[in-house]
Every structure is written in C-alpha cells, then in structure tokens.
C-alpha cells in the first residue's frame, strides 16, 4: 500500500513531492500534517506558519496561511517542497482546507470538535497525485500561568488519492496526527506534531499571527 505523510504550513500549507512509482509515491502522500487545532481563528483574523516535517524517509518544509472565514469556520491555503529520499530531487505540492467547529468548549461541550474538506495536489518527477477527503479534529484548550493556551489536538484525515505516472490508480488512504499547540505571546503560537501512517514522522514549527 502506498504511504503518505500528512503536513501544513505557512502562509498557504501544501504538500510535497510525489515519486514515480509505487515507493516514490509513498513518499508524497504524507506531506499534509494537521497542525492547527479545531478552534478555528476568529472571523476576518488570519495566521501564517512555517513548519518542518521529518520522516522515517524524507524531509520536506512548508507553509501555511489561515483566515478566519465564518462565525464558526476558518480555511487555509498550503504550499511546500520536500526531499522524499534524500537524493536532492524536490517535489511540489499545493492543498487547501476548509474546518467547521460542530462542537465548542465555548459553549460548555466537553471539548472542541471539527470537520471539513481538504484537496492537496503535488508533483514529483514526472508523477502526480490529487488528494480529495476530508478531516476530523478534536482539541480542548487550557490556559497556562502566562495568560496563553496549551492545546493539544488528535485528528483524522481520510481521502481518495489517484496517482498518474504513465497509468492512473486510485485508492482510499486514513492517516491521523496528534499533537500540542502552544500559545506562547499574542503574536506567536508554537507546534509540534506525531503522524501516524505507514510510516512514522514528526513536524514543528510556528504561527504568527498578523
């Protein structure tokens, strides 16, 4: 079965890199990570990230920008490169994501719950992969001496993949993360984040918000 790797980032959070062939492929598929919690950003208020996600075989840098789109709802916009086998040779990818709070800690609900679409796109020499699915994340948010948050969050991503290398194939993929959110100044939030897959991996990185 093909692996994957889950990532995001700043200013508009992306995937990257797809290998031709089935192990190349693998490599691709675990770019997008969640790294956001399922409080979303208030209305008309917007962040920008940048990560690094480092796998059992592979590293990548990426970056995402979120806005705050509805009452209850925020989107982000992903964009990255990646190293899927340490030869040099870089992938692309681009993904976005829109996230619906159905449940909130706000509005006394034990904790907060989130849903929505995610799409991502990436190439790799000579091979692509469009990812079309969807996520589920659960986060509660505690406050910290410094007035600040401490958020940790577990989600599920589930989606359909079809890769082109000459020939199509389409399969189902699942994959989830775990990770901790920490707001340490008004201006700055801090990530670290565990994918678990086919393979393993982990991703840090910040947020700033603007």
């Given at each position: 079965?093909a692996?994957?790797?889950?990532?995001?980032?700043?200013?508009?959070?992306?995937?990257?890199?797809?290998?031709?062939?089935?192990?190349?492929?693998?490599e691709?598929?675990?770019?997008?990570?969640q790294?956001?919690?399922?409080r979303p950003?208030?209305?008309?208020?917007?962040?920008?990230?940048?990560f690094l996600?480092v796998?059992?075989n592979?590293?990548?840098?990426?970056?995402?920008?979120?806005?705050?789109?509805?009452?209850?709802?925020?989107?982000?916009l992903?964009?990255?490169?990646?190293?899927?086998?340490?030869?040099?040779?870089?992938?692309?990818?681009?993904?976005?994501?829109?996230?619906?709070?159905?449940?909130?800690?706000?509005?006394?609900?034990?904790?907060?719950?989130?849903?929505?679409?995610?799409?991502?796109?990436?190439?790799?020499?000579g091979?692509?992969l469009?990812q079309?699915?969807?996520?589920?994340?659960?986060?509660?948010?505690?406050t910290?001496?410094?007035?600040?948050?401490?958020s940790?969050?577990?989600?599920?991503?589930?989606?359909m993949?079809?890769?082109?290398?000459?020939?199509?194939?389409?399969?189902?993929?699942?994959?989830?993360?775990?990770?901790?959110k920490?707001?340490?100044?008004?201006?700055?939030?801090?990530?670290?984040?565990?994918?678990?897959?086919?393979?393993?991996?982990?991703?840090i990185?910040?947020?700033?918000?603007?």
């Amino acid at each position: 079965m093909a692996k994957w790797r889950h990532w995001t980032v700043i200013g508009m959070a992306v995937g990257i890199g797809l290998g031709a062939g089935h192990s190349q492929r693998a490599e691709a598929q675990s770019l997008f990570g969640q790294v956001s919690t399922a409080r979303p950003l208030d209305r008309g208020t917007q962040d920008i990230g940048g990560f690094l996600g480092v796998f059992e075989n592979s590293t990548g840098f990426f970056g995402q920008y979120r806005r705050g789109l509805f009452s209850q709802g925020d989107g982000g916009l992903q964009f990255g490169v990646v190293d899927p086998d340490g030869g040099g040779d870089v992938g692309v990818g681009f993904g976005g994501d829109l996230k619906f709070t159905v449940m909130s800690a706000a509005s006394r609900d034990p904790f907060d719950l989130g849903l929505g679409p995610r799409v991502g796109f990436f190439s790799y020499g000579g091979a692509t992969l469009l990812q079309l699915g969807g996520s589920v994340v659960i986060s509660r948010d505690y406050t910290v001496s410094n007035g600040g948050y401490l958020s940790p969050y577990g989600a599920v991503n589930m989606r359909m993949e079809s890769v082109s290398n000459g020939a199509s194939e389409t399969e189902f993929q699942i994959g989830a993360q775990a990770g901790l959110k920490w707001e340490i100044t008004d201006l700055i939030d801090v990530l670290g984040e565990v994918v678990l897959d086919d393979e393993l991996g982990i991703i840090i990185g910040l947020n700033f918000k603007l």
